[in-house]
Antibody, heavy 114, light 112 residues
Framework: EVQLVESGGGLVQPGSPLKLSCAAS????????LNWIRQAPGKGLEWVAS????????YYPDTVKGRFVVSKDNAKNTGYLQMNNLRSEDTAMYYC???????WGQGVMVTVSS | DIVMTQAPLSVSVTPGESASISCRSS???????????VYWYLQKPGKSPQLLIY???NLASGVPDRFSGSGSETDFTLKISRVEAEDVGIYYC?????????FGSGTKLEIK
């Protein structure tokens, strides 16, 4: 059974960093893209980051480019999202997802507030 | 950026009847390889989104065949035949043709 389990969320102050993890199991993690998508409270889906199977290429929308860094450790079957200089508008549920968003984790809440 | 526009915002359906949700993209989602990169997702209340349809018309694993996807290069439709109570939630279309990957704003399906 495919599983993606996020962790690392919480309440942080504006300007702080936070690192999310996504533990994968049940599929060949090293052969798949990893994506991060977020959903602000009561809002729709927003793509946040993607990384290719071997981790050599990463992609971001302008809203987080330069502040967020996606990575993956294929030996540990784990993906990461390092979020720096967090803003109140980054408050959302963060999901990791498979190559075509075919599998999703349960999500982890990130709240940025003073 | 490719804008995905969904309609209607919400739909109320009697169990057993059909429902259709429309999605329009601001740019053709047909790649030169012949694949149309539009996807449909359902987010049930309190749950993570799940994939329903990939590449415009392909049913994802485990999804009932009451769901179907169709369309052209810029206009897409998700049809749900014989709606059931378990189909409630918010339906999103998304494009995976190019970055930034974008989603529609969602269509909420309710049961009458």
């Amino acid at each position: 059974e495919v599983q993606l389990v996020e962790s690392g969320g919480g309440l942080v102050q504006p300007g702080s960093p936070l690192k999310l993890s996504c533990a994968a199991s049940g599929f060949t993690f090293s052969s798949n893209w990893l994506n991060w998508i977020r959903q602000a409270p009561g809002k729709g889906l927003e793509w946040v980051a993607s990384i290719n199977p071997d981790g050599s290429s990463t992609y971001y929308p302008d809203t987080v480019k330069g502040r967020f860094v996606v990575s993956k450790d294929n030996a540990k079957n784990t993906g990461y999202l390092q979020m720096n200089n967090l803003r109140s508008e980054d408050t959302a549920m963060y999901y990791c997802a498979g190559t075509v968003f075919d599998y999703w984790g349960q999500g982890v809440m990130v709240t940025v507030s003073s | 950026d490719i804008v995905m526009t969904q309609a209607p915002l919400s739909v109320s359906v009697t169990p057993g009847e059909s429902a259709s949700i429309s999605c329009r993209s601001s740019k053709s989602l047909l790649h030169s390889n012949g694949i149309t990169y539009v996807y449909w997702y359902l987010q049930k209340p309190g749950k993570s989104p799940q994939l329903l349809i990939y590449r415009m018309s392909n049913l994802a694993s485990g999804v009932p065949d009451r769901f179907s996807g169709s369309g052209s290069e810029t206009d897409f439709t998700l049809k749900i035949s014989r709606v059931e109570a378990e189909d409630v939630g918010i339906y999103y279309c998304g494009q995976l043709l190019e970055n930034p990957l974008t989603f529609g704003s969602g269509t909420k399906l309710e049961i009458k």
